[in-house]
């Protein structure tokens, strides 16, 4: 990787709304029929061979093959950043060693795919949940079950940032809430609709839930009564498809098919800005007026705040990357990819942000020169995850190809 340019002050408030756009060809071609569709016949994921992209590079270090379908999902210990937890298509999740893919665990017993899998904040338990709704935990240390429950279908699950603590969110659009082992249990009511997505805030007091209906919630996690509901003309005016939180709670920014994401004061329940691409599809266009089609061509998939400068970034279906001044919302740098983006991350002490793309690469930007820094190759099909180690020396990805890879990353310290 190339050493960026120097900047020792990042100049957030000249007066251009976009310093630049940078198209890209993707990988030359874009993910095409790889993009995740269900079969007609069997509702499998479409990762037959003979639909896969054509590797042309590998630059991966591992490649964990232990999976038999699609990889759908995966996750680092917290405490080492040694481990990883995938879980997929093939209702498997296994734990195992970045260093050589030796699998320390096998969590096995579950009847769908499973689509979350990772670890709690001091490494020591695993949690698995599956489409269908089951929910294991494993003790990551004596390889054992310790708890499970089965909720209905579910969309996710995630821990609390401090305690063995579970939130997740269903189809029928209740949340539910436990202590691991003990099962305490509180739920928290919906409104018919699926929970699409959610997240603990940083106080532990909170969780912010968004809905398909377009509205969010921030749940008092105590009382189990929403404090706030975004409704009505400040709601998305489609599905919630992501959700983060700044590192400080003090901040929500929500992402939806309709294409913009939302700046949300969680304390107030008040949106305190839209961050939309003017030129996105549907910019001043009514959604009552375009076709399904039409409406559903382009969503916003990942959205994510910088810790170390106030910007935030947004992922769209369509390939774009807008990168935000928070303060002023304004738009600082758009990339164009030719790959619809499915995920991103933020480094956590600087300004490089990861990309994830439907045509099997992660890519490195920085969000300060608006320049592509490297890319990683190797997936045959789509990434559908991705996480960064804490040093940033790290990525692993998950893909349709039936794998996941390790990249080492090298580059001089910034």
């Known amino acids: 990787m190339t050493e960026p340019e120097s900047s020792p002050q990042l100049d957030l408030h000249e007066g251009e709304e976009i310093v630049e756009v940078i198209e890209l060809s993707g990988n030359e071609e874009a993910a095409g029929d790889a993009t995740g569709e269900v079969g007609e016949d ?51 999740a296994y734990v195992w060693r970045l260093s050589d893919g030796d699998v320390l665990l096998e969590c096995a017993g579950h009847n769908d795919s499973v689509i979350s899998a990772s670890f709690s904040h001091d490494s020591t338990l695993v949690v698995t949940g599956d ?41 029928e659009g209740s949340c539910w809430m436990w202590k691991v082992p003990s099962g305490e249990c509180k739920t928290f009511p919906g409104t018919g609709c699926p929970a699409t997505c959610g997240k603990f ?25 929403p404090l706030h509901v975004v409704k009505g003309q400040d709601s998305h005016q489609g599905p919630l498809t992501c959700i983060t939180a700044n590192d400080s709670g003090s901040l929500v920014l929500t992402g939806s098919v309709d294409c913009t994401a939302k700046l949300i004061n969680p304390l107030t329940g008040k949106v305190v800005g839209v961050l939309s691409d003017p030129k996105s599809i549907n910019d001043h266009v009514e959604k009552e007026q375009m076709d399904e089609a039409e409406a559903n061509s382009n969503s916003v998939e990942s959205v994510g705040f910088c810790n170390a400068f106030p910007l935030a970034a947004v992922g769209y279906l369509d390939g774009t990357i807008g990168i935000w001044d928070v303060p002023s919302q304004t738009l600082r740098h758009k990339w164009q990819l030719q790959a619809g983006i499915v995920q991103l991350v933020w480094e956590e002490h600087s300004a490089i942000v990861y990309t994830g793309s439907l045509d099997g690469v992660v890519r490195v930007w920085d969000a300060r020169t608006g320049r592509m820094e490297s890319e990683c190759c190797g997936h045959a099909a789509e990434i559908l995850d991705f996480v960064v180690n804490k040093e940033a020396s790290v990525i692993v990805s998950a893909s349709g190809d039936r794998t996941a890879k390790v990249f080492c990353l090298q580059r001089p310290d910034r």
């Not at 269908?132 to 699950?157: A, C």
């Not at 821990?159 to 189809?171: I, K, N, Q, Y």
């Not at 805030?201 to 009564?225: F, P, Q």
Request: charged share 30%.
């Open 42 to 92: 069997e509702g499998q994921w479409e990762t037959e061979d003979e639909e896969c992209m054509e590797v042309v590079q590998d630059d991966s270090d591992l490649t964990f093959t232990r999976h038999t379908k699609a990889v759908f999902c995966l996750s680092l210990d917290h405490k080492t950043n040694t481990l990883a937890v995938s879980g997929g298509e093939d209702d498997m």
């Open 131 to 171: 489409m269908s709704g089951l929910i294991k935990v494993w003790d990551v240390e004596s390889k054992v079950q310790i708890w499970s429950f089965e909720v209905g279908d579910m969309q996710w699950v995630e821990w609390h940032p401090c305690a063995h603590v579970l939130l997740a969110g269903t189809d």
């Open 201 to 225: 805030l940083a106080d532990g007091k909170r969780a912010v839930v968004g809905y398909e209906d377009g509205t969010m919630r921030v749940w008092d996690l105590k009382h189990g009564s």
